[in-house]
């Protein structure tokens, strides 16, 4: 047969430049199907539902942590206390040592408490130091700074929870969809593979 009378010639289209919708594919497998849609859905919820797990909690987290820097604001207030005592300073130390010092609260009671100062300081030098309500040496409040690092912290770790959850859930989906794919084709061929072998030994 000639090039003019081949059934693929010039002018008439061949069967691999016909390309089907994925939808009426005769090919695709109820199972195929089902991941098409489900892998859209992902999609669908990744981007839409990702931006706001993210911003929900972070500033649920941001607003935990702004709720106690305003109670521990209120609670705590800074004063000037002095060293009842010089702090030796140990060899190759830079870091603060704890050491004992005195001061006079609102009401006129002098109160003592444990505070870091650096190594060297001598007796009676003054230091800032941050107490509670009931006069015992605390720590300073927790920044607004603070806060706002939370709230990114866990805005970015719930971003990333979800991103890696709807990983998860695809990768176990298409592992269970390949599962039952290979049982199918197995059975399949076991009922296929009887009637090659016959028409083989028929040749």
Not at 157 to 164: E, I, Q
């Amino acid at each position: 047969m000639n090039a003019q009378g081949s059934p693929y010639a010039s002018g008439s289209p061949s069967p691999r430049s016909e390309h089907l919708p994925p939808r009426s594919n005769p090919l695709r497998r109820p199972s195929d199907r089902f991941e098409w849609w489900f892998r859209r859905l992902l999609i669908i919820l990744l981007v839409a539902g990702l931006p706001v797990a993210a911003y929900g909690a972070g500033m649920t987290a941001y607003e935990a942590s702004m709720r106690t820097v305003r109670a521990q604001t209120a609670e705590r207030h800074e004063v000037t206390a002095r060293l009842t005592g010089d702090v030796r300073r140990e060899k190759n130390s830079v870091a603060k040592q704890p050491a004992q010092v005195r001061w006079t609260d609102a009401g006129g009671v002098v109160r003592t408490g444990a505070a870091l100062v650096m190594p060297g300081t001598s007796e009676g030098t003054a230091v800032r130091v941050w107490v509670d309500r009931n006069g015992t040496v605390t720590s300073p409040p927790t920044s607004t700074l603070n806060a706002k690092a939370t709230g990114w912290f866990m805005g970015g770790a719930a971003a990333f929870g979800m991103a890696f959850g709807s990983y998860g859930l695809w990768a176990g989906t298409r592992l269970l969809l390949d599962r039952r794919r290979y049982a199918q084709w197995d059975a399949e061929w076991e009922w296929a593979e009887p009637l090659w072998s016959a028409r083989f030994r028929r040749r």
